[in-house]
């Protein structure tokens, strides 16, 4: 008997509990029937209808991404809006839609350790750390003490980043770190107080800079897509190897053809 989405729903839960989601997140089945059979999974960042068409054309089961479909309750469904055309889309072709947002973000193995150990942090702890999971955000050190201009070099060349911005001092000495992946503004107190030099994120907004310009500290914004898009390939490679273990044929992909929405020009 071919695995349902309800048995891959209990293995993303595994990985990333759904308790661990922020109260305003919308983690889980977006769309789609739980007993339905699942043959081939994709993994993307984003539920957009480009993505969404392409799966449908590749006959996909199961579309797991980071960011949730549905992120407010739908007080109506018009299949012309954004929304409706990618839920008409879905449904007719039996594709169903599964998220994994700030619970796979602050999960152990998540996609702020994920983060934190491509840039090359050792000896992580949680940033911000709630009552359950092991928090949002990570802190840790940096393997040799490196001046912020060079530190945000490393880290463009390590992410392959086309352009990231920072903030602070160039010749400032950073032992620790920050990061948070995604939108990190709402955790600069967290960083304030962690003992960290540097708080590497996306989306910092201005006055973010201005502030750690006054403290003496940095920030490194890598933007909000190369921050969060390294766990398609990671956690495509994940649920590959569970698969395997367990003797389930299914095919999975981490889906390639995604792009950061930004537009850089030279």
């Keep these: 008997?071919?695995?349902?989405?309800?048995?891959?729903?209990?293995?993303?839960?595994?990985?990333?509990?759904?308790?661990?989601?922020?109260?305003?997140?919308?983690?889980?089945?977006?769309?789609?029937?739980?007993?339905?059979?699942?043959?081939?999974?994709?993994?993307?960042?984003?539920?957009?209808?480009?993505?969404?068409?392409?799966?449908?054309?590749?006959?996909?089961?199961?579309?797991?991404?980071?960011?949730?479909?549905?992120?407010?309750?739908?007080?109506?469904?018009?299949?012309?809006?954004?929304?409706?055309?990618?839920?008409?889309?879905?449904?007719?072709?039996?594709?169903?839609?599964?998220?994994?947002?700030?619970?796979?973000?602050?999960?152990?193995?998540?996609?702020?350790?994920?983060?934190?150990?491509?840039?090359?942090?050792?000896?992580l702890k949680p940033l911000s750390a709630p009552d359950q999971g092991s928090g949002i955000g990570r802190i840790g050190s940096l393997e040799t003490e490196s001046d912020l201009k060079s530190l945000a070099l490393a880290i463009r060349e390590k992410l392959n980043l086309r352009h990231l911005k920072f903030a602070g001092d160039p010749a400032l000495s950073v032992q620790k770190a920050a990061v948070c992946s995604g939108s990190g503004s709402s955790l600069m107190a967290d960083f304030f107080a962690s003992g960290a030099q540097v708080f590497i994120s996306g989306d910092l907004r201005y006055h973010d800079a201005r502030d750690v310009e006054a403290l003496n500290l940095g920030l490194i914004d890598i933007g909000h897509f190369y921050s969060e898009h390294l766990m398609v390939d990671v956690l495509a490679g994940r649920l590959s190897g569970i698969f395997a273990d367990s003797k389930m044929n299914i095919t999975v992909k981490a889906c390639d053809i995604e792009k950061d929405p930004f537009t850089v020009l030279p």
């Excluded at 922020?22 to 209808?49: F, I």
């Excluded at 594709?95 to 491509?118: E, M, Y």
Aim: with cysteine.
């Design 1 to 123: 008997m071919d695995p349902k989405v309800s048995d891959i729903i209990d293995i993303l839960d595994n990985l990333a509990p759904p308790a661990m989601a922020e109260e305003w997140d919308n983690v889980g089945l977006q769309v789609g029937d739980p007993g339905s059979a699942v043959k081939t999974v994709w993994v993307a960042l984003d539920p957009t209808y480009s993505i969404v068409k392409a799966a449908c054309r590749q006959k996909v089961d199961l579309l797991v991404t980071h960011h949730p479909l549905i992120f407010k309750p739908l007080q109506s469904l018009n299949f012309r809006t954004p929304i409706g055309s990618i839920i008409d889309l879905a449904i007719r072709h039996h594709l169903a839609i599964f998220a994994a947002h700030t619970n796979l973000d602050g999960a152990a193995g998540g996609i702020n350790d994920i983060l934190a150990g491509r840039i090359g942090l050792t000896d």
